[in-house]
C-alpha cells in the first residue's frame, strides 16, 4: 500500500490547492492509497469542517490539530476523538507559539494520547529551538504509550538529531516532508522500519515526494525495494492499525 503520512486539507478556499477534491486527484494520479490529514489550521473549528468534508472517504485518515494554548484544548481535543472519530494529534510548536517540553501545556494533551496509544505528529524544522528533537525525545520518554511522529524529520540541520532519537527511542517516527534526500537515505539505512512518506500536500505533491523516497531507497545500504515498501506505505498502515488493501 501507499499511504501518506503528511497532508493537511483547507475547507474555506483559502487555498484552492488543498480541497479534497483536489486532493483527491492528487492521489489517484500518484497511485496513493491512503493518507493522514489534518486541517490546515489550527482553529478548533477547522476540526469538525474537516471531518465533514471528508465523510465518505475512508482512506482518509483524520488527525486532530489542536493548539495547546487553549483553555478547552484537553475537551476539545476528546471532542475529536470520541465524536468525530479522528485518530491522532496534530500540534504546531511554531505556529501555535509553545515548547514542545511545556508539561503545563502538552502534559493533559499527551496523557490521552498515551492511554489512547494514539499518534502525536508535531512539526519540526532547525529553525526553531522550541521543537529540537531532543526536545521531543524528553516527551516521548514520558508517554511510551503514544507513538511521536517527528514531522520533516528535523528539516536540513536536525536531520542527524532526530535519526538519533528515533533510534534510541521505540515510540519516535520520521517523516520525509522537506527532509533532503541525504536524510532520508541515512534514515533508511539506520531505522527503516521508522520512515513514514509525507509529501506536506499542499506544499509538496505526492508524486514529487514519491520520487524521493524511491531514489533514497536506490542509494541505501538495505534492500531497495523492502526499504522503499516500508517507507512508502507499510510503516504507517502498521502505525494506525490500517487494514491491509487486497
Not at 494520479?29 to 493518507?35: K, L, R
Not at 484537553?74 to 511554531?94: A, D, V
Not at 512539526?123 to 508517554?143: L, N
Not at 545500504?221 to 522503499?228: G, K, L
Amino acid at each position: 500500500m501507499i499511504i501518506d503520512a503528511h497532508t493537511h486539507i483547507c475547507t474555506n478556499n483559502t487555498n484552492p490547492i488543498a480541497s479534497v477534491d483536489h486532493l483527491l486527484e492528487e492521489m489517484h494520479a500518484a497511485n496513493t492509497d491512503a493518507a493522514i490529514v489534518f486541517p490546515l489550521s489550527d482553529a478548533f473549528s477547522a476540526n469538525k469542517e474537516l471531518v465533514d468534508a471528508i465523510k465518505g472517504h475512508p482512506n482518509l485518515i483524520p488527525l486532530a490539530f489542536i493548539n495547546p494554548n487553549e483553555k478547552e484544548a484537553l475537551s476539545q481535543f476528546k471532542q475529536c476523538i470520541e465524536e468525530y472519530g479522528m485518530r491522532g494529534l496534530k500540534i504546531h510548536p511554531t505556529l501555535s507559539n509553545f515548547h514542545i517540553d511545556d508539561r503545563s501545556k502538552l502534559h493533559e494533551l499527551f496523557s490521552c494520547c498515551d492511554e489512547h496509544r494514539l499518534n502525536i505528529v508535531i512539526h519540526c524544522t532547525s529553525d526553531d529551538h522550541r521543537v529540537h528533537p531532543y526536545h521531543i525525545e524528553t516527551m516521548a520518554k514520558c508517554y511510551p504509550h503514544a507513538t511521536f511522529q517527528i514531522a520533516h524529520m528535523g528539516a536540513i540541520w536536525c536531520a542527524d538529531q532526530a535519526i538519533e532519537t528515533a533510534k534510541r527511542n521505540d515510540n519516535i517516527y520520521l517523516d520525509t516532508g522537506i527532509a533532503s534526500f541525504n536524510a532520508l537515505r541515512r534514515a533508511m539505512n539506520e531505522v527503516p522500519d521508522k520512515v513514514l512518506m509525507g509529501a506536506d500536500f499542499p506544499f509538496y505533491l505526492y508524486e514529487m515526494e514519491q520520487i524521493k523516497v524511491k531514489k533514497a531507497a536506490e542509494y541505501s545500504q538495505n534492500d531497495t525495494a523492502e526499504v522503499f515498501r516500508l517507507a512508502a506505505g507499510e510503516n504507517c498502515r502498521k502505525l494506525y492499525r490500517i487494514e491491509e488493501k487486497r
